[in-house]
Nanobody, 123 residues
Framework: VQLQASGGGLVQAGGSLRLSCAAS????????MGWFRQAPGKEREFVAG????????DYADSVKGRFTISRDNTERTVHLQMNSLKPEDTAVYYC?????????????????WGKGTQVTVSS
């Protein structure tokens, strides 16, 4: 499975961005999908995850109520809608896939990673 993330950019605090991740190869609908992020000098952290069938989602406490993950198995895409952005959301965002029946949350368990997309939130 190859993953390509897009949609990052520079936005003011309080603004919104929508990240997209397009998958090619493999059977996309068999994979739970996750978004992770890594800020300078920090470890990569879980942001949001969605089950293989889109039936359930999970979020890091820091983004609950502001971010929404969704997927379209027909289009082989997963999205991360980010609202009410804060400067602390600034990071490189990665999408990743795990062959699992549960919601993927652990970066070390992910099977495939896309290249990151930079999100910068100015104050």
């Amino acid at each position: 499975v190859q993953l390509q993330a897009s949609g990052g950019g520079l936005v003011q605090a309080g603004g919104s961005l929508r990240l997209s991740c397009a998958a090619s190869g493999g059977t996309f609908s068999l994979y739970g999908m996750g978004w992770f992020r890594q800020a300078p000098g920090k470890e990569r952290e879980f942001v949001a995850g969605i089950r293989y069938n889109g039936g359930s989602t999970d979020y890091a406490d820091s983004v609950k109520g502001r971010f929404t993950i969704s997927r379209d198995n027909t289009e082989r895409t997963v999205h991360l809608q980010m609202n009410s952005l804060k400067p602390e959301d600034t990071a490189v965002y990665y999408c990743a896939a795990e062959r699992t029946l549960t919601i993927p949350r652990m970066s070390h368990a992910m099977d495939y990673w896309g290249k990151g997309t930079q999100v910068t939130v100015s104050s």
